[in-house]
């Protein structure tokens, strides 16, 4: 499965496939797992590479997500990278990997030793980056939405 070409997508749960990647509209700046509704959710992420997707021999590739449909256009990121950190709508753009599997794509943060990945315990919680060896990580997959 090759990597999503740069654009604008919805990030979808693969094993939660009602719940995506969504941010409230004037409220605080938390990524949660909800139910597609433009109307109340930034739901629209703008996908760009840092590295080459195309051409990395990598099976990791770095990637920034910023909000689409809003004038705010804030990206998403952590606080601190540790255990149960919340992914937040930020000022400052950060980076992620995206790593392919058979059914999406593991979304997390490289840091010194361990890997975070993006977890969604329940649809409505906030989506968190984690360590947990006995937890498999969650794949997501990237619908193409309109601009």
Not at 31 to 46: A, C, I, N
Not at 117 to 142: C, M
């Amino acid at each position: 499965m090759p990597y999503p070409k740069p654009g604008v997508y919805y990030i979808q749960s693969s094993s939660k496939l009602d719940c995506y990647a969504s941010i409230r509209h004037g409220g605080e700046r938390v990524l949660r797992g909800e139910s597609l509704d433009p109307r109340q959710y930034s739901q629209k992420w703008r996908l760009d590479y840092v590295n080459d997707a195309d051409n990395s021999t990598s099976t990791l590739v770095l990637c920034a997500f910023t909000e689409a449909d809003s004038k705010d256009k804030f990206s998403l990121g952590v606080n601190s990278v540790e255990q149960y950190q919340p992914v937040y709508g930020l000022d400052s753009s950060q980076s992620w990997f995206l790593k392919q599997t058979d059914i999406g794509y593991i979304v997390g943060k490289l840091s010194a030793d361990p890997v975070y990945t993006w977890y969604l315990g329940k649809k409505g919680e906030p989506i968190v980056i984690i360590n947990d060896g006995r937890t498999e990580a969650q794949s997501w997959q990237f619908v193409p939405a309109d601009e």
